[in-house]
C-alpha cells in the first residue's frame, strides 16, 4: 500500500510541484528516503549529515514522529505523512 | 580598598513606554572571536532593549504613526496584520499603548509563548492551518480587511514604506553616531528588509563606502525565525532593492543555533536565533579583514526561543560548527 506524504508550499518547487506524492515504505524513514531519492534537490532541505534537520517536523496522522519511534515509525494502511516547518514564518511567502 | 564602579547616570525625566523606542546600546562583542586582530571591531544592537523585546518596536511604532498621518488609522479601527513572530508583539504593544486594538492572522503552530504574549497583550488571534504556512495567513487578513476596509487599518509590512522610514531615521543615524562615524561595514538579516535597507540607506548617504551584507538563511525552510530566502521565495518584499546589497549571506540554522549557544557562554548574551545568525555573518565579514568597524543588528533576546531543543544540544560543535 502507498502513503501520502503531503508536501508544505515551500518545498513543492523541490518535488515537482507536487502538493503530496505516495509512496510505497514500511517506515517513516524508508519513506522520506525513498521521497528524496525521487527528488534529490529536496534532500538537502531535509536532511543534514543524514538526519532530519532540527526545524523539520515530520506528522503520522496527527501526531510528530519524535513522540513515536521516530524515522523508524512503522506505517500502516491509510496513514498520512505530514512534512511541516517548524516555524510558523518559515515558508515561501513569510 | 573597596572596588570602585562607574556610577549609573542620573535617570532624567518620565517617560512613555513610545519613548522608550529605538536609541538602543551599542554592543561591543569582545569575546566570541578571540582570534580578531584588534583592528578589526565588532559592535552589536541590542534591539531586546526596545519595549516590545524586538528590533520590529521601530516598524510597528512608524507604520502606526505614518497611519494616523495618512488618515488610514482612526480612533476606534483595529490594526490588522499576518505576522507569527515580533512584529506581532510589536503591533500589539504599540497599539495597547496608544489605545488601538490588534486581529493578527498566523498559522496554528506558531509558538505557545508567542501566542500567550499577544493575548496578554490584548490581541485577537485567527490562527490557520500549519501546512499552508504564511500564506494562508495572509490571505485570511487581506480578505478580513477587505470585508470591512472602514473598520481595520493592514500595515502590510513587506510593501510599507514607513517600515524603512522607521529605519533611516532611527537606527541608521544611531549606528553612525555610536561609532563616531567609524563604521565601515554593516550586516543584517532579510526578512521585510526593512532594517537593513532603510539603515543601509542613512549609512550609505553618511559613507558611500559602506559595505552591506544582507543574511539569509540556506533555504525556503529552515529555524531562523522572522528572516527569509530571497532566492527562492514567491513574494518579494516591495520594498526590497534585490541590487542594493552588495552580497548576501546564506548562513545555516545549525549555525545559527550554534552561534546562540556560544554567545550565551562566553559574552553573556542570550539571544534569538536571527540574532545569532547576523553574528554568524558578521563574524564571517570580520575574519576577511584586517581592519574594520563592523555592526550587526541583535533582532531580540533568547526568551520567546529557551523552549527550542537546540539549547540542549551539546555544545561541542562550538566555533567550527557555526561556521567561523
Known amino acids: ?94 | 580598598m573597596a572596588v570602585v564602579l562607574k556610577e549609573p547616570s542620573p535617570l532624567t525625566r518620565p517617560q512613555t513606554l513610545l519613548d522608550l523606542i529605538g536609541n538602543t546600546p551599542l554592543l561591543s562583542l569582545q569575546r566570541i572571536a578571540p582570534d580578531l586582530p584588534p583592528e578589526v571591531e565588532v559592535y552589536a544592537k541590542a534591539e531586546w532593549a526596545n519595549p516590545g523585546g524586538s528590533v520590529k518596536d521601530r516598524a510597528a511604532l512608524w507604520m502606526i504613526r505614518d497611519g494616523e498621518q495618512r488618515g488610514l488609522l482612526r480612533p476606534g479601527m483595529r490594526i490588522a496584520d499576518a505576522t507569527s513572530g515580533n512584529t506581532g508583539i510589536a503591533y500589539a504593544t504599540v497599539g495597547a499603548a496608544l489605545g488601538y486594538q490588534v486581529t493578527l492572522a498566523m498559522p496554528e503552530n506558531a509558538t505557545p509563548e508567542r501566542k500567550r504574549i499577544l493575548r496578554a497583550l490584548g490581541a485577537e488571534l485567527l490562527l490557520t492551518d500549519a501546512q499552508q504556512g504564511m500564506d494562508l495567513a495572509i490571505q485570511t487578513i487581506r480578505s478580513l480587511v477587505e470585508r470591512e476596509p472602514d473598520r481595520f487599518f493592514y500595515p502590510d509590512q513587506y510593501n510599507n514604506p514607513a517600515n524603512v522610514a522607521a529605519h533611516y531615521h532611527t537606527t541608521g543615524p544611531e549606528i553612525w553616531s555610536q561609532t563616531d562615524g567609524r563604521i565601515t561595514h554593516f550586516v543584517a538579516a532579510l526578512g521585510t528588509s526593512g532594517t537593513f535597507m532603510g539603515t543601509g540607506h542613512r549609512l550609505r548617504e553618511y559613507n558611500p563606502a559602506i559595505h552591506l551584507s544582507g543574511v539569509q538563511p540556506d533555504g525556503p525552510i529552515h529555524g531562523i525565525e522572522g528572516i527569509k530566502h530571497m532566492a527562492t521565495t514567491t513574494m518579494v518584499p516591495g520594498i526590497y532593492d534585490p541590487h542594493f546589497p552588495d552580497e548576501l549571506i546564506e548562513v545555516e540554522t545549525e549555525a545559527a543555533f550554534a552561534m546562540a549557544r556560544q554567545l550565551g557562554l562566553v559574552e553573556g548574551l542570550l539571544v534569538g536565533i536571527s540574532a545569532a545568525a547576523n553574528v554568524v555573518a558578521a563574524l564571517q565579514v570580520a575574519h576577511r579583514l584586517t581592519e574594520g568597524v563592523i555592526v550587526t543588528i541583535l533582532c531580540d533576546d533568547a526568551s520567546k526561543y529557551l523552549s527550542e531543543r537546540f539549547w540542549d544540544e551539546a555544545c561541542d560543535d562550538g566555533m567550527a560548527g557555526a561556521g567561523i
Open chain 1, 1 to 94: 500500500m502507498a502513503t501520502r506524504i503531503s508536501i508544505p508550499t515551500a518545498l513543492r518547487q523541490y518535488a515537482g510541484n507536487n502538493s503530496s506524492v505516495s509512496i510505497e515504505a514500511p517506515t517513516v524513514g524508508a519513506a522520506l528516503k525513498t521521497l528524496t531519492a525521487q527528488y534529490p534537490d529536496l534532500g538537502k532541505h531535509l536532511f543534514a549529515d543524514d538526519k532530519l534537520r532540527s526545524f523539520v517536523n515530520v506528522y503520522v496522522n496527527d501526531d510528530d514522529i519524535r513522540y513515536l519511534d521516530g524515522e523508524t515509525t512503522p506505517l500502516t494502511e491509510r496513514d498520512e505523512i505530514s512534512i511541516i516547518p517548524a516555524i510558523a514564518g518559515g515558508n515561501a511567502k513569510d
